[in-house]
């Protein structure tokens, strides 16, 4: 039976086609997407968004159609996810951990491990920095058993991109569910600043000003390391800062443009974790909605209290469950604090079957 799912529903970005193509592929259903990016300035498809479920075509070696730039319509049929080597070359500055996010959901239900090779942007707008996937996002995943790793060879900046990511991701058993109440412990927070094509004050000057912020708030704070590179396609900088605790793993940013002081990037970057840390939620507005997925395909039952409960969420889990008999429970209004809770269904990897091996 062939899913349709309306690509205008609530917030009517980008998200809704990355989950659809993801749970298409994982649960081997064939999915039809439309009115794609409805709400967004330019709908249709976008390279980044492309890219991302071609990514998914090849890990399923899937039939589609509609894979153009600007296409308002997909049709998705997939085989059951294989894995394997893939590469992907966006070709502009378009987000490559929005690609990731698509084949992350994937990876742990292939026959094979997914090594994969990304190009585009690492640290661009609308979309996590590779820093946040690499310290917040990918160490909640190993919480629930997820198996990866992402290296992060070279940053790539709007408008040339130029960025090199590789990923290796292995198939597991199944997902541990999630247990995350509300964090009291004292956090430490680390982050890194970064610039590319510009004089290495930037960094520095991004960072000084994050650290005043977080002092004067009373934070205790970690290294904020520096980063300098000579040589991006584009010039571009961008602060990242993350959190760690018992159980809270969260995570904010912001990047540098054009006519904005450095101090200003670094000040927004502080005044967004000292938001995020005054709800004492162990997941931040960004890791909810990627968690989503992760959370309905887990074996055993999830609550999670996030900081804000965003459009972004709704969403996802209006997709969700198009897919799924499942429902997710929340408590909590729109834009505010919230605890959600759902029912995984314990979905199993090939690595579960006893003719698995990793050798195979």
């Known amino acids: 039976m062939v899913v349709e799912i309306d690509g205008s529903t609530l917030e009517g970005g980008g998200q809704i086609l990355r989950s659809a193509i993801a749970f298409a592929a994982v649960l081997d259903k064939p999915v039809i997407v439309k009115n794609i990016r409805a709400k967004r300035k330019n709908p249709g498809l976008r390279p980044q968004h492309l890219h991302g479920m071609l990514a998914v075509k090849q890990l399923t070696d899937a039939k589609v159609k ?5 296409s308002s319509q997909i049709e998705f049929f997939p085989q059951s996810p294989r894995g394997g080597k893939i590469t992907v070359d966006i070709g502009t500055a378009g987000s490559i951990t929005l ?19 990304l190009k ?3 640290n661009v707008a609308w979309s996590p920095p590779i820093d946040y996937l690499q310290h917040v996002f990918l160490p909640r995943l190993h919480q629930m058993g997820f198996l990866g790793q992402l290296h992060l060879k070279n940053r790539g900046y709007y408008p040339k991109g130029g960025g090199h990511v590789t990923a290796s991701l292995t198939p597991i058993t199944s997902l541990t569910p999630l247990i ?3 964090d009291e412990e004292t956090p430490r927070i680390s982050g890194i600043s970064h610039c590319g094509s510009l004089p290495s004050h930037v960094a520095e000057r991004q960072a000084n000003a994050a650290k005043q912020e977080l002092v004067q708030a009373e934070h205790q704070l970690d290294a904020i390391k520096i980063e300098h590179i000579k040589n991006t396609l584009s010039p571009g ?8 605790s018992k159980n809270r793993l969260i995570g904010a940013d912001a990047l540098g443009r054009r006519g904005l002081r450095a101090e200003k990037v670094g000040e927004q970057a502080a005044l ?3 938001q995020e840390l005054n709800t004492n939620a ?38 969700v469950e198009q897919f799924l008999d499942i429902q997710f429970t929340i408590q909590g209004k729109l834009d505010n604090p919230a605890q959600i809770s759902v ?18």
């Open 282 to 319: 162990p997941v931040d507005q960004n890791q909810a909605d990627m968690l989503i997925p992760y959370l309905a395909l887990a074996k055993g039952s999830s609550s999670i209290f996030i900081s804000n409960l965003s459009l972004h969420t709704m969403t996802n889990i209006h997709v």
């Open 343 to 360: 029912n995984g269904i314990g979905l199993e990897g090939a690595s579960a079957s006893p003719e698995f091996s990793q050798t195979d």
């Open 237 to 244: 900088s961008g602060i990242s800062l993350w959190v760690t």
């Open 180 to 182: 995350l109440i509300k």
């Open 99 to 117: 690609v990731l996010q698509a084949i992350m959901v994937v990876a742990p239900f292939c026959e094979q491990a997914i090594v994969a090779t």
């Open 120 to 122: 585009g942007g690492t």
């Open 272 to 274: 967004r974790i000292i």
């Open 66 to 70: 509609g894979t153009h730039v600007g």
